[in-house]
């Protein structure tokens, strides 16, 4: 049973920075490609970032140059460094990966950007 479990999502001041991190079980996630999706009140889901099993990053035009996505092989798990936050990153960040040509999705975390 594939399992993600986000964490690391809060309030933050404008400018300010987070780390999420996603725990996932369930999968051999050393060949697993993993994704960062996020979804704003009213909003489609859109994609963040990517990381291939291979460590290969892409990234949302809105995003590049202030997220950073990694992964860690040895702990299953994957992370979104969130620095120079705007109001507009405000969401609930769902981590993703498919396995098997099906989609499996973390619970969300809440981020809240706001002075």
């Known amino acids: 049973q594939v399992q993600l479990v986000e964490s690391g999502g809060g309030l933050v001041q404008p400018g300010g920075s987070l780390r999420l991190s996603c725990a996932a079980s369930?999968?051999?996630?050393?060949?697993?490609?993993m994704d960062w999706y996020r979804q704003a009140p009213g909003k489609q889901r859109e994609l963040v970032a990517t990381i291939t099993r291979g460590g290969t990053t892409t990234y949302a035009d809105f995003v590049k140059g202030r997220f950073t996505i990694s992964r860690d092989n040895n702990k299953n798990m994957v992370y979104l460094q969130m620095n120079s936050l705007k109001p507009e990153d405000t969401a609930v960040y769902y981590c993703h990966t498919n396995s098997w040509a099906t989609d499996y999705w973390g619970q969300g975390t809440q981020v809240t950007v706001s002075s």
């Open positions: 369930g999968i051999i996630f050393s060949i697993s490609s």
